[in-house]
């Protein structure tokens, strides 16, 4: 019962804190106010949270990996892979080595690889916080695709980075060809345990589904479980479970192309991983904030042992070592952008010269967040001789301060550096969806066309038929002349068709109004209304604004 009190908490916690900065008339990010949650939570009620970290790692990183990779943009992933990869594996490993020398050098307590291990968990970046932060100064489309690349990416390698410091922390030794080796192992085995899983589960599913039909919850239950198969699987063998958690969710999203699940199963689908991925990111942050008197108490004990009397220097020491993330990210993206500049005018191309406002922007979104405090608690309790892991305390602590210090720089600074900055025209995809939604409308008529002959064929009332046939093929020919149309004609084509969704929604809100007053004086039953307002719904998310 005690647990279960403690999940209801933190999942009440968790909705709190989305109408706090709902009701907040400063853009705070969403991670910090459930952070000051948790630590109110902590200030008045002692949950005794005891965190296991695996048990921890395995709950929560899974299917939020596999979100990521299910959702992100494929188009930006490859358009952008260059500068992508380039922050997503060689920011890393550059962060890993400047961080790691500082951390060493800031406390001579710290083995160096301990040092690699936090630099390394530090290294990740979530472009989830990002969003939440630019949510009143909206970050580029394109940098915010380069930022949900980078951190689909950076996810794994930083953490497959921690792995092997903490290898060399508790065995003592460290070889550099053997860890190349065992990277490729760990890395090609979790890829492909990935796409293998999510691939011939979705083959099985389908099989079943066209011989015994479609169930929606399991269907959804599946997709929930594949990252955990996934990433299990992978643990295994000794892989990278969370390289096969991303590949898991990258390859889902090619299966979902192929169309053969049922609509209802989508869109509800689509809701229960909204629901997923907002409940496993706030208890993860409000958690956080639960723990925080243990870990600055943890902390501060190890400061002393280090030589430091006065807990303040905690403080100090995270602010060095977020300006040191900060500093290590911007000279990154300076060289780079220097050498990719180079490159394009070399082949004669003719790109846009980024200022040092958008590359500080760029440096700035790179905000710690979830994965990074997952990481951490995974950090052993132990030695391999039972001794405690050297100043465990301290790293958490350390990761947590920059979690928060770098959630609140940049919910201060984005705003400020993204404010009218002047950017390249963002290509335009109306020509495209246009195009898209002509050649489905298409094939809409010609599937009326056969229906409407193969239902009336033989039939007294064949007429009947034919005239619902031609009504319904009107429509769609409307949007084909109306999406065909450019210049002046397209605008004004757009604005009838803003004009008629205003009042079809108007008309639908008016109909959902009348169901609910009729239930209400039991004109009817629930079972029927019910039905008529999901109709209504799905409707109103038809014709609602993209």
Not at 479 to 488: C, F, M, P, Q
Not at 516 to 543: H, M, P, Q, W
Request: aromatic letters at 8%; charged letters at 20%; hydrophobic letters at 55%.
């Amino acid at each position: 019962m005690e647990m279960i009190a403690i999940i209801l908490v933190l999942l009440l916690a968790v909705v709190v804190s989305g109408m706090l900065t709902r009701l907040s008339p400063a853009p705070l990010p969403l991670p910090l106010v459930q952070i000051g949650l948790g630590a109110l939570i902590a200030s008045v009620a002692d949950l005794s949270v005891q965190l296991q970290p695996d048990i921890f790692f395995l709950l929560f990183l899974p299917p939020l990996l596999f979100l990521d990779g299910w959702r992100i943009p494929k188009e930006g992933l490859f358009r952008d892979k260059g500068t992508i990869l380039e922050l997503a594996l060689g920011l890393v490993i550059f962060t890993v080595l400047g961080v790691g020398f500082l951390l060493n050098w800031l406390f001579p307590a710290m083995p160096l690889a301990v040092a690699f291990a936090l630099a390394a968990i530090l290294s990740p970046t979530d472009p989830i916080a990002v969003s939440a932060i630019a949510a009143r100064v909206p970050v580029p489309k394109r940098l915010m695709h380069i930022l949900e690349g980078e951190s689909l990416l950076n996810d794994a390698s930083g953490l497959v980075c921690m792995r092997f410091a903490v290898v060399a922390a508790l065995t003592g030794s460290f070889s550099l060809v053997g860890a190349f080796g065992t990277f490729l192992w760990v890395a090609i085995g979790g890829i492909t345990i990935g796409v293998a899983v999510t691939w011939s589960t979705t083959r099985a599913v389908g099989w079943v589904t066209r011989r015994l039909g479609e169930e929606t919850g399991s269907q959804i239950l599946i997709s929930l479980l594949i990252p955990f198969g996934a990433y299990l699987l992978a643990e295994h063998l000794h892989c990278s479970g969370i390289l096969a958690a991303v590949a898991a969710g990258i390859t889902m999203s090619y299966a979902d192309q192929s169309g053969q699940i049922l609509a209802i199963t989508r869109v509800r689908g689509h809701a229960v991983w909204d629901t997923v991925q907002f409940a496993a990111n706030g208890i993860i942050f409000v958690l956080l904030g639960e723990q925080l008197p243990l870990i600055i108490a943890g902390a501060a004990k190890a400061v002393r042992e280090t030589g430091h009397h006065d807990p303040v220097w905690l403080i100090a020491y995270v602010a060095v070592i977020t300006f040191a993330l900060a500093a290590l990210r911007f000279t990154w993206v300076w060289v780079s952008l220097r050498f990719t500049l180079a490159r394009a005018a070399r082949r004669g191309e003719k790109r846009y010269v980024p200022g040092l406002r958008l590359v500080a922007a760029t440096s700035l979104a790179g905000v710690r967040g979830a994965i990074t405090l997952a990481g951490v608690l995974t950090l052993p309790l132990t030695m391999n001789d039972g001794s405690a892991f050297p100043v465990r305390d301290l790293a958490i602590f350390l990761a947590a301060g920059v979690i928060i210090l770098s959630l609140v720089a940049a919910s201060i600074g984005l705003p400020f550096l993204l404010k009218n900055l002047e950017l390249p025209p963002e290509p335009s995809q109306q020509e495209e969806e246009d195009r898209v939604r002509n050649a489905a409308a298409e094939a809409a008529i010609k599937a009326l066309e056969k229906m409407q002959h193969k239902m009336g064929s033989g039939r007294n009332d064949a007429d009947l038929y034919v005239e619902v046939g031609a009504r319904l093929m009107e429509l769609y020919r409307e949007r084909i002349d109306g999406r065909s149309k450019t210049g002046a004609e397209a605008d004004l084509a757009r604005k009838a068709d803003a004009i008629e969704r205003e009042l079809r929604l108007a008309g639908l809100r008016a109909e959902r109004d009348e169901i609910y007053r009729v239930a209400r004086v039991r004109g009817t039953s629930d079972e029927i209304a019910r039905k008529l307002v999901r109709e209504i719904d799905l409707l109103e998310a038809r014709f609602g604004p993209a």
